[in-house]
């Protein structure tokens, strides 16, 4: 997907920056940002934290940090300056960006984003177990992975009844590889923009937009595929399925995925899953109790992006 959205061109999207999620996090520490020094030291963390992916952006650390100096005094619009300076890397209007965490974090999206526009992509929850556990990178189990499908799902039927048809916009995984084009077009409907041919082909730009290091994204410089779905009935071991189905099976059928009919889980691995998803939602909960106490304490004015380009047509620019 994100390569397809990079591949319209009038849209960019770059690989994983993790800064904008920690950025707001970390709002408190870098004070009021209508004092140019603030915005300073804001504008070096982001070009300079070892955490970040800011280097995969290809952009000038100097010219970014003059930029978010002497651009509106808000934690959007600094980080905003970043994602135009990449789109405007590529002559392009519009951007936007892409990390699976977002689906937790819909809400700090839109204060920093008030005209954002919010595609989710819905995988077969059983894929994405069992994908997860071939990424290099995923250093939980499988109990954390069939946690974070459920949550990624009930996160995302919140925020399709709180913001709407215009603003959140769902792509189901498996019709988008069987027909890019009706599915592409579609979204680019909602985004109103006009479907290019072009980002049926993302391969022909996955050398710029995929950082060589991902390996694991080897499959993006090739043509779209559909072998990528029903991977999990080889992925998965006959427990993994059981507990899949019996934790996600009426989240998977009010997605259109048909249950294999496996068996109930032995009794221990349903009790770690139990265990594993309450803790989850226990921190969760936390964070956005902390959140919501720490903006009762802010001022509104400092978070929303001031850029004055628009980009999604007839409101602003943000895809």
Same mark, same amino acid.
């Given at each position: 997907?994100?390569?397809? /959205? ?5 849209? #960019?999207?770059?690989?994983? %920056? ?21 915005? *300073? ?11 970040? $992916? ?8 100097? +010219? ?9 005094? %808000?934690?959007?619009?600094?980080? !905003? ?6 789109? *405007? $890397?590529? !002559? ?28 989710? /992509?819905? *995988? ?7 994908? /997860? ?22 996160? !995302? ?27 592409? %077009? #579609? ?5 109103? +923009? ?18 060589? *290091? ?8 090739? #043509? ?10 080889? $992925?998965?071991?006959?427990? +993994? ?14 997605? !259109? ?13 349903? /009790? ?48």
């Amino acid at each position: 997907m994100q390569l397809m /959205l990079h591949s319209h061109p009038r849209i #960019a999207v770059p690989p994983e %920056t993790r800064f904008l999620l920690r950025a707001y996090r970390e709002r408190e520490y870098f004070g009021d940002l209508r004092v140019p020094e603030n915005r *300073r030291s804001l504008a070096e963390w982001i070009v300079g934290r070892k955490k970040t $992916r800011f280097r995969d952006l290809g952009l000038a650390p100097r +010219e970014i940090v003059d930029e978010i100096v002497a651009g509106p005094p %808000t934690l959007g619009s600094a980080l !905003g300056i970043v994602f135009r300076a990449y789109a *405007r $890397r590529f !002559g392009k209007p519009r951007w936007g960006d892409k990390r699976p965490a977002y689906y937790q974090n819909i809400n700090a999206i839109m204060r920093l984003f008030p005209d954002a526009q919010i595609v989710q /992509l819905i *995988r077969d929850g059983r894929d994405c177990v069992g994908s /997860l556990k071939q990424m290099p990178w995923y250093r939980h189990n499988s109990y954390h992975a069939i946690s974070t499908w459920a949550e990624a799902i009930d996160y !995302g039927r919140s925020a399709a009844a709180r913001l709407g048809p215009d603003t959140f916009y769902q792509v189901r995984y498996e019709s988008l590889i069987a027909d890019p084009q009706r599915e592409l %077009t #579609a979204l680019c409907d909602f985004l109103g +923009e006009k479907f290019d041919p072009a980002m049926c082909e993302p391969r022909e730009v996955a050398d710029v937009a995929v950082p060589k *290091r991902k390996t694991w994204h080897e499959n993006t410089h090739g #043509a779209v595929t559909q072998s990528t779905a029903g991977t999990w009935e080889k $992925r998965l071991a006959p427990w +993994e399925l059981q507990l899949c189905e019996s934790a996600l099976g009426s989240r998977l059928r009010d997605n !259109g995925y048909e249950l294999s009919g496996a068996e109930s889980p032995p009794v221990k691995h349903w /009790l770690r899953y139990t265990g594993t998803a309450t803790k989850r939602r226990y921190r969760n909960r936390k964070r956005s109790t902390q959140d919501m106490l720490r903006r009762m304490r802010e001022p509104d004015d400092q978070l929303p992006c001031r850029l004055p380009e628009q980009q999604r047509p007839g409101t602003s620019e943000h895809a």
